[in-house]
């Protein structure tokens, strides 16, 4: 199982970027996908989930409205498009895997793989 996140950089308040997970060695439609971040001297979290096949989604309740995640079945990739980024959303970014996992709105789902991950700062 292999997850590589792209597409971070710097970016200023109230800009948007999108980021991509290109995935490889599973069976990608069977498979949940989660976007998780880790700011500096703080806990991992997660920020937003995508279920393999129902559509259910998950997002972080400080990202709701700003951002959102989709996946693309053929290309085997998932991209979370964020929108309105504010100083607090810079942190690194990852990609993670894990087979049927469910998700809802209150749940985001377990995973076990991991890709590394990508910078996202956004500058005041």
């Known amino acids: 199982v292999q997850l590589q996140a792209s597409g971070g950089g710097l970016v200023q308040t109230g800009g948007s970027l999108t980021l991509s997970c290109v995935t490889s060695?599973?069976?990608?439609?069977?498979?949940?996908i989660g976007w998780f971040r880790q700011a500096p001297g703080k806990e991992r979290e997660g920020v937003s989930c995508?279920?393999?096949?129902?559509?259910?989604?998950y997002y972080q309740d400080s990202v709701k409205g700003r951002f959102t995640i989709s996946r693309d079945n053929a290309k085997n990739m998932v991209y979370l498009r964020m929108d309105n980024l504010k100083p607090e959303d810079t942190a690194v970014y990852y990609c993670?895997?894990?087979?049927?996992?469910?998700?809802?709105?209150?749940?985001?789902?377990?995973?076990?793989?991991w890709g590394q991950g990508t910078l996202v700062t956004v500058s005041s």
């Open positions: 993670a895997a894990d087979w049927d996992q469910p998700v809802s709105d209150s749940w985001c789902g377990q995973y076990n793989y």
């Open positions: 995508i279920s393999s096949s129902d559509g259910g989604t």
């Open positions: 060695g599973f069976t990608f439609d069977e498979w949940a």
